[in-house]
T-cell receptor, first 112, second 115 residues
Framework: GENVEQHPSTLSVQEGDSAVIKCTYS??????FPWYKQELGKRPQLIID?????GEKKDQRIAVTLNKTAKHFSLHITETQPEDSAVYFC???????????FGKGTRLSVIA | EAGVTQSPTHLIKTRGQQVTLRCSPI?????VYWYQQALGLGLQFLLW???????NRGNFPPRFSGRQFPNYSSELNVNALELEDSALYLC??????????????FGPGTRLTVL
């Protein structure tokens, strides 16, 4: 089955700097890669996702890149703000139409 | 449009007891997923229901079970509670995963404390 590794587990950046979180997956048939943000005491919320037929996707200050050959995908947050502080989870499905496997999360702290 | 709802929000039980958690998906969604999130840890997949049937389950003992009703709402049952069952239980829904539905929307969770 799918194995999703997420790094780093914690990340501190200065306000205005960029943050990058990387995930690797094991199943080459995985075709959907979402990123979720979970603020303290709140539910995880989808912030961006990418499908396997696309290499990069951007939405304002956030972007996701996918390297299918190397089986890794990354979340990029530019011009970080204090409200970006949260735990971020990547995920990938087992092959095909199967449930998501989540990475262990990255706790991002943006220091004002 | 209403989001995913869960009840109760908080629950305190003692070891050995049984608990039932409930989830109502977004209207039109047929897939429901249950996750366990222990304090400070990630999301551990428990169960997936689609169109009323259990489609997959994670690496949890049989005392974790559930069902999905004809209106696509779902229950998670945990028997013989143990201290390590204390966690936030999250429900998520999506359009049919069997048909390729991907984006999962999470409910607010039920915080279970086992004493």
């Amino acid at each position: 089955g799918e194995n999703v590794e997420q790094h780093p587990s914690t990340l501190s950046v200065q306000e205005g700097d960029s943050a990058v979180i990387k995930c690797t997956y094991s199943d080459s048939a995985s075709n959907y890669f979402p990123w979720y943000k979970q603020e303290l005491g709140k539910r995880p919320q989808l912030i961006i996702d990418i499908r396997s037929n696309v290499g990069e996707k951007k939405d304002q200050r956030i972007a996701v890149t996918l390297n299918k050959t190397a089986k890794h995908f990354s979340l990029h947050i530019t011009e970080t703000q204090p409200e970006d502080s949260a735990v971020y989870f990547c995920a990938a499905p087992y092959s095909g139409n199967t449930p998501l496997v989540f990475g262990k999360g990255t706790r991002l702290s943006v220091i004002a | 449009e209403a989001g995913v709802t869960q009840s109760p929000t908080h629950l305190i039980k003692t070891r050995g007891q049984q608990v039932t958690l409930r989830c109502s998906p977004i209207s039109g969604h047929t897939s429901v997923y249950w996750y366990q999130q222990a304090l400070g840890l990630g999301l551990q997949f428990l169960l997936w229901y689609d169109e009323g049937e259990e489609r997959n389950r994670g690496n949890f003992p049989p005392r974790f079970s559930g069902r999905q009703f004809p209106n696509y709402s779902s229950e998670l049952n945990v028997n013989a509670l143990e201290l390590e069952d204390s966690a936030l239980y999250l429900c998520a829904s999506s359009s049919s995963r069997l048909a390729g539905g991907n984006e999962q929307f999470f409910g607010p969770g039920t915080r279970l404390t086992v004493l």
